[in-house]
């Protein structure tokens, strides 16, 4: 990453340095104010250590290094708060006097800006050791070792802190080797960068510093900057990106500078920032902060630090945080925090989850069952959005929307925004509901509605008052006997049950056996030493993760494991029939399977290389591919489909083909891989009627009717085959509004003459190469046809890229279906519709 120039820091202090080199022994503590340390210096966190610092509020320091004097000043040393039974080692900024010392203020103590260990905070008696070989290492009081920055043989000459905050370790040159500013935690000081890889995640609270992880963080992404909140997917709640993206090139990243928290791009002069969010100009010493509840906060001043800046509130204010109001919670006005309530009949389906605290959020009352869809219903509520920033929401009209929410088990609530007519609108389906806010239509110039899905309880409480009686022995007799015989009746028949399910599990696993045309059989055992345990993750998606491996024969492998029964166990079957008896060079090769419980295993060859979306899109790419390594991507690609579609004894319809499933090896050869989704069918069959699966984006319309044919592939094909071209996703936010989707783009650019302007702008090579790249959109053009009757075999496009066909020169270049934008679409009755999985997100 680029690199700051502390050498200017380092090279003279290097020359200054006033610390004693020791041994691994507690050493005399030089004078205060001293910025830097000497190879082989020991530091031990016991009462001994001359320079304790105790504060009102009960933390304590015990500063190692420390810059300047007189004001709020940078240290780093040990530090703890509260009962002080736990330690960080950590940059801190206390104030000191004129000395050089730091001092006790009147009040307020002194704030962590970075520490290497808040998750694993050590006790009293913990070493640190900047050791002979160049390596900081924290140690904890028994010896293990809870940190290190991993800098042993890289010259190392020195630790230094300097005027900015920033602990660097340099090597002889003055260089730079590891600084503390590459590793952020929940806080930036000014002139830190935060950079694509990085994040700011907060602590769970002032006195917990274990990082939050799950819930809020900050980073940013190839689109801009970003603040999220934890889901599946994770769901934004700030976005900022750098305007005139289109034009510049590199990942990009923020600066934190004096007056301004600024986007650049690292092939762009510093001097062009895109500044992003104003913070006041720092007038004493200043930091901002992640706080545990997602606010972005500019603190300045000295001990006690003082709030002047919120820096992700939006014009919608405290009300549009995820937390506001807690999940199911909605906020009004200056964060009132209240319930959904059905208001007529009114009917309580959520509880606040403390009525002291309505913040704190709302449960449900009766939890959503799938099994139960019957007895659900929506609770209407008018002028609400959900907090949440939203890229794909898709246009239908309002009962589609709710309709597909209906048929979705996840989705817990349909939200719906829309102009004058609500026959037109967005509609989005969270799988995880957060705060919503009442808003003024006038004000977001949006109608928005919000559709919660609610379960009604299927045995509703009796209302009716027991009269006093006597106690009857005989009724009283009868009631018990049928309690014990229920309650035997129960016990029965959960044992039953657990048995029965002990008895599938076992005959699921040995039918797994009978699957003809298996190559290998491997047992969990050999698959736990191969993957060591599971050890080394490379992906997750679809029903599982992906592990690596390596055999008894020195081969490497992809450990693919699918856990639990039903759909998954479906996936697993039509992979392995699908790919079990076939070979073909550019087909992923399935070296086995196996099963072990409820887990089943799919064991490939290893693709070095990983999936083709690493290497095509603009800041996300390892580096940029060359033109004539793209066409033998696409062509590769093309003869696995050709394959699949028309030389295997049945005919097989992959259903998914998208880049992330597109595999490459060492020597960039492409093979198509994932037959979860795959359909097979006679060689006599030319359609076949099935359920919506695959990805958004890569979707065929004819998914629409649920009748697909191999031609649904050719559609998905086009759509990685055109972002192959362009170098971008299929839909990037970071592109002006009107180039969103780039089927829009393709549509805009075949009617102006401009495909040339779609050619990967970031490669040379593909800019010297445009007229075969042009040439090459047709092809894509062509797959892309609206009518699925118009779009080539694959056979045939493989021909048109081996040069021995050309493209059919009519072609539709109206990309964009009518029939999404209708507001009734017509379906079969046991087919699942498009949109309760298109909105869903991907699998």
């Not at 100009?281 to 000295?302: I, R, T």
């Amino acid at each position: 990453m680029m690199r700051e120039p502390w050498n200017c820091y380092c090279s003279a202090l290097f020359l200054i340095l006033n610390c004693h080199s020791t041994t691994a022994q507690q050493r005399t503590e030089p004078p205060f104010d001293y910025p830097s340390a000497n190879l082989s210096t020991t530091w031990v966190n016991t009462q001994s250590f001359r320079n304790n610092i105790s504060f009102t509020d009960g933390s304590m320091v015990r500063p190692i290094l420390l810059r300047g004097s007189f004001g709020p000043k940078f240290a780093c040393g040990f530090y703890c708060n509260g009962t002080c039974t736990s330690y960080l080692f950590a940059v801190f900024i206390a104030q000191t006097n004129s000395g050089g010392q730091i001092t006790q203020p009147s009040s307020g103590f002194p704030q962590v800006v970075w520490s290497a260990n808040r998750d694993h905070p050590v006790s009293y008696g913990a070493v640190l050791n900047l050791t002979a070989t160049g390596e900081l290492v924290l140690q904890d009081a028994d010896g293990s070792i809870v940190w290190n920055t991993n800098t042993t043989r890289k010259s190392v000459a020195g630790l230094n802190l300097t005027d900015d905050g920033n602990l660097a370790l340099f090597d002889v040159n003055s260089s730079v080797v590891w600084q503390s500013f590459d590793y952020p935690t929940d806080c930036l000081l000014p002139g830190q960068t935060l950079s694509q890889g990085q994040q700011l995640i907060p602590s769970v609270s002032t006195t917990n510093w274990t990082a939050q992880k799950g819930l809020f963080s900050l980073q940013v992404t190839d689109n801009g900057l970003y603040a999220y909140v934890g889901s599946n997917p994770p769901q934004a709640y700030f976005s900022k990106t750098v305007s005139g993206n289109d034009t510049n090139t590199g990942r990009q990243y923020v600066r934190f500078l004096n007056g301004s928290l600024s986007l650049f791009i690292f092939s762009v002069e510093p001097s062009d920032p895109d500044e992003v969010i104003t913070v006041p100009p720092a007038s004493s010493a200043q930091y901002m902060k992640l706080m545990p509840n997602g606010h972005l906060l500019v603190f300045e001043g000295e001990p006690p630090f003082s709030v002047v800046a919120d820096l992700l509130n939006g014009f919608l204010g405290e009300c549009n945080y995820p937390m506001a109001c807690g999940r199911n919670g909605l906020c009004s006005g200056n964060q009132q925090c209240s319930c959904p309530v059905l208001s007529s009949p009114r009917i309580d389906y959520f509880r606040a989850v403390n009525d002291r605290q309505p913040e704190l959020g709302c449960s449900e009352i009766t939890p959503l069952t799938c099994n139960a869809t019957q007895d659900q219903v929506f609770i209407a509520l008018e002028n609400v959005m959900h907090f949440n920033i939203i890229a794909d929401m898709v246009s239908v009209d309002i009962e589609t929307c709710k309709q597909a929410c209906v048929n979705n088990c996840s989705c817990k609530a349909a939200l719906f925004q829309y102009g004058s007519d609500s026959s037109s609108g967005d509609c989005y389906l969270p799988f995880e509901l957060f705060t919503m806010m009442n808003v003024d239509p006038d004000v977001v110039h949006r109608n928005a509605s919000a559709f919660i899905k609610v379960q009604n309880a299927t045995s509703p409480p009796s209302t009716s008052t027991p009269q006093s009686s006597q106690s009857n022995l005989g009724v009283i007799l009868t009631s018990t006997i049928g309690s014990v015989l229920f309650l035997l009746g129960v016990v029965g028949f959960l044992i039953y049950k657990i048995r029965k399910r002990r008895w599938d599990d076992q005959r699921e696993e040995e039918s797994i056996g009978e699957v003809p045309g298996m190559p290998n059989r491997f047992s969990y055992e050999e698959l736990v030493t191969a993957t060591e345990n599971f050890n080394k993750k490379l992906g997750e998606g679809g029903f599982g993760a992906v592990f690596e491996g390596t055999l008894e024969d020195g081969s490497k492998i992809a450990v693919k494991c699918l856990e639990g029964l039903g759909q998954v166990n479906k996936s697993f079957l039509a992979e392995v029939q699908s790919i079990g008896s076939i070979h073909h060079v550019n087909l992923v090769t399935l070296r086995g399977f196996g099963a072990w419980k409820s887990k089943r295993f799919l064991v490939y060859e290893f693709m070095s290389n990983g999936s083709l979306d690493r290497w095509i899109y603009h800041g996300d790419r390892e580096h940029v591919l060359e033109w004539e390594c793209r066409k033998k991507i696409i062509l590769d690609v093309a003869k696995g489909l050709a394959y699949l579609h028309e030389d295997c004894r049945q005919k097989i319809i992959h259903l998914d083909i998208k880049p992330q499933n597109i595999l490459i090896d060492s020597d960039f050869n492409a093979k198509v891989s994932d037959f979860g989704l795959s359909k097979l069918i006679d060689r006599n069959q030319t359609q076949v009627m099935t359920t919506m699966r695959g990805t958004p984006g890569y979707l065929a319309p004819e998914w629409l009717s649920s009748v697909i044919t191999e031609k649904v592939d050719v559609y998905s094909f086009g759509i990685v085959l055109l972002e192959m071209l362009c170098g971008r996703k299929k839909f990037d936010e970071s592109q002006p509004e009107e180039s969103w989707h780039l089927l829009d783009v393709l549509q805009n650019c075949w009617e102006q003459g401009t495909l040339q302007d779609m050619v990967d702008k970031y490669s040379e090579d593909m800019q010297t190469h445009s007229s075969e790249v042009v040439e090459m959109m047709e092809l894509a053009s062509w797959c892309l046809q609206g009518d699925f009757k118009k779009r080539p075999s694959m056979s045939m496009v493989v021909k048109v890229l081996e040069g021995v066909m050309k493209v059919e020169s009519s072609l539709d270049y109206n990309f964009t279906d009518p029939r999404l934008h209708n507001t009734t679409v017509e379906r079969d009755k046991d087919m699942t519709p498009l949109l309760a999985s298109v909105l869903s997100g991907p699998r």
